[in-house]
């Protein structure tokens, strides 16, 4: 059973989100460009990507793994955008807007990963 990752809100808000912190990153220092720069990055994208490939899997359980990886990834990047707003790398309001839409990335994953979850 494949399930089609472009109707789920939540990649619909992951996806946004990578063309955001790429645009955003695009502004860090060159010195950054292979630490905070490329963390942040590749934590947006693993996001967007880990929804796209459970979406793929079979079954509910490899699904459920992936949207669990998701999540780490949207609260990583969440993290990464606050420490890039305190070295004063992004300037406050974007970064506090970023960070609002990886909170409700995060609420939005969590939902789907309990409604998926079986009763305990």
Known sequence: MSRDHRKLRVFTLADGLVTTIYTITQRFP????????RQLRRAAVSAACNIVEGCA????????????IAAGSASET???VDVSCRLGFMGEE????????YTELAAGLEALIQSLS???
């Open 30 to 37: 060159a010195a950054e460009r292979f630490g905070l720069q």
């Open 57 to 68: 899997r079979r079954g509910t359980n490899e699904y459920l793994n992936f949207l669990n």
């Open 78 to 80: 969440r993290y990464l």
């Open 94 to 101: 974007e970064g506090q807007a970023a960070i609002a839409r």
């Open 118 to 120: 079986p009763e305990p």
